[in-house]
Nanobody, 126 residues
């Protein structure tokens, strides 16, 4: 049974940093590309960042480029999202997701991801 469990969310002030983590189990983690998405209340789920199976390539939404950093530790079956210079508009539930290495579709397409976590709330106050 595949499980993706996010942690590390919370309430921070604008300008601060936060790191969220996603621990995977039940799958061969090193063969999956991983992504982070977020969903604010009343809005669609949006792509945030993605990283290839070996960590060799990363992709970011324009809105977070230069502020967020995605990384992974295959020995720990964990993917991270380091968020800096947080803004109130970054407030959302953050989800991690896994997609097979050769899955079709862009990294930005949520339908291309096979497994999803339950999400962790990140709230940025102004």
């Amino acid at each position: 049974q595949v499980q993706l469990v996010e942690s590390g969310g919370g309430l921070v002030q604008a300008g601060e940093s936060l790191r969220v983590s996603c621990a995977a189990s039940g799958l061969t983690f090193s063969t999956y590309n991983m992504g982070w998405f977020r969903q604010a209340p009343g809005k669609d789920r949006d792509f945030v960042a993605a990283i290839t199976w070996d960590g060799g390539n990363t992709y970011y939404a324009e809105s977070v480029k230069g502020r967020f950093n995605i990384s992974r530790d295959n020995a720990k079956n964990t993917v991270y999202l380091q968020m800096s210079s947080l803004k109130p508009e970054d407030t959302a539930v953050y989800y991690c997701a896994a997609r097979l290495r050769y899955a079709r579709g862009s990294y930005t397409n949520d339908w291309a991801y096979r497994y999803w976590g339950q999400g962790t709330q990140v709230t940025v106050s102004s």
